[in-house]
Nanobody
Framework: QVQLVESGGGLVQAGGSLKLSCVAS????????MGWFRQAPGKEREFVAA???????YYADIVKGRFTISRDNFKNTVYLQMNVLVPEDTAVYYC???????????????????WGQGTQVTVSS
């Protein structure tokens, strides 16, 4: 069982930045596909970004150019740097993990095995 703990959420004004962190308890973290998803009030959870065990990264079109996903395999941590935040980015952000995944559907919630509890991000206008 892998535990994921997110941190870094909070309240920020539009145009501001936040950096989310997710620490994983996996012993072989370097082999995990890591993803970030978000769920706004009244909406379904949606894909934000993902990073493979190497450096391949994937982004939802709506955050491309504003958000950056990265990982530090020595610290078992994945990050989500969020810049130029807008009120529509307000949501609970979830970290997700999948071991040894080599398929193409990194955007799909269903392929992730483990989920964190989420961290709230609120962007005020």
């Amino acid at each position: 069982q892998v535990q994921l703990v997110e941190s870094g959420g909070g309240l920020v004004q539009a145009g501001g930045s936040l950096k989310l962190s997710c620490v994983a308890s996996a012993r072989t973290f370097g082999y995990y596909l890591m993803g970030w998803f978000r769920q706004a009030p009244g909406k379904e959870r949606e894909f934000v970004a993902a990073i493979r065990s190497g450096t391949n990264t994937y982004y939802a079109d709506i955050v491309k150019g504003r958000f950056t996903i990265s990982r530090d395999n020595f610290k078992n941590t994945v990050y989500l740097q969020m810049n130029v935040l807008v009120p529509e980015d307000t949501a609970v952000y979830y970290c997700a993990a999948r071991s040894a995944f080599f398929g193409s559907s990194v955007y799909s919630q269903g392929i992730y095995e483990y989920w964190g509890q989420g961290t709230q991000v609120t962007v005020s206008s």
